[in-house]
Structure formats: structure tokens, C-alpha cells
Nanobody, 124 residues
Framework: QVQLVESGGGLVQAGGSLRLSCVAS????????MGWFRQAPGKEREFVAG????????YYADSVKGRFTISRDNAKNTVYLQMNSLKPEDTAVYYC?????????????????WGQGTQVTVSS
């Protein structure tokens, strides 16, 4: 079992930045590919970014490419999402998730563990 806890969300003006953190307990994160997803009100949960288990290859949704950066520190059992140039359409609850595989999936059902989410609100 893996427990994931996100933090770092908040209210920010358009053009601003936030860094989300996801700390794992129970098992080492180096056993999992990791992903960040988001869900806005009335919308389905969507893939934002993913990182491989050990090689640190990264993957991004087109809507955040060039603005968001996913990274991991396996020694700290933590995954990060650096979000720059935020837009109002980035407003959502952001979730981190662990996928018991080498390469992160881009769809939610493949993930094994989820955090509780952290709210990100971008004002115009």
C-alpha cells in the first residue's frame, strides 16, 4: 500500500507560479511511475504530466507543455509539479497518482494509488 499526500495548491493570479508536492509513505516511490492529473468542476479527470519509474523520462498534456515540469526525488519519496505561466483554465483539483509500472499511463484507471487532491485556483 502507498499513501500519497499532495500539498502546495492555492490561489494565484494568471501568469503566476505554484509548485505542488506529493509525498508518499508506505512504500518507496522508486517502485512506481508517477502521474499528475486534474479535475475541474463538471469535467472528467485528465492527465497533466507523468514521469517514469527510474529513467526520469517525462510526458505532458499538450495544454501544459512548456509551462509545467514534473520531477521526482526518490530519496525524499516526493514528486513535484512546477506550474508556471498559470492560466484561469488551469483551475482544478490536482491529484498525484502512482502506477505500478515503468512508464506512466495517461489515463486514470491504470493508476493504483491516488492522493486526496489539492485545489489550484487561478484568477484572471
Amino acid at each position: 500500500q502507498v499513501q500519497l499526500v499532495e500539498s502546495g495548491g492555492g490561489l494565484v493570479q494568471a501568469g503566476g507560479s505554484l509548485r505542488l508536492s506529493c509525498v508518499a509513505s508506505g512504500r518507496t516511490l522508486s517502485s512506481y511511475a508517477m502521474g499528475w492529473f486534474r479535475q475541474a468542476p463538471g469535467k472528467e479527470r485528465e492527465f497533466v504530466a507523468g514521469i517514469t519509474r527510474t529513467t526520469d523520462n517525462t510526458y505532458y498534456a499538450d495544454s501544459v507543455k512548456g509551462r509545467f515540469t514534473i520531477s521526482r526525488d526518490n530519496a525524499k519519496n516526493t514528486v513535484y509539479l512546477q506550474m508556471n505561466s498559470l492560466k484561469p483554465e488551469d483551475t482544478a483539483v490536482y491529484y498525484c497518482a502512482a502506477d505500478n509500472t515503468r512508464v506512466p499511463a495517461t489515463t486514470a484507471p491504470y493508476y493504483d494509488y491516488w492522493g486526496q487532491g489539492t485545489q489550484v485556483t487561478v484568477s484572471s
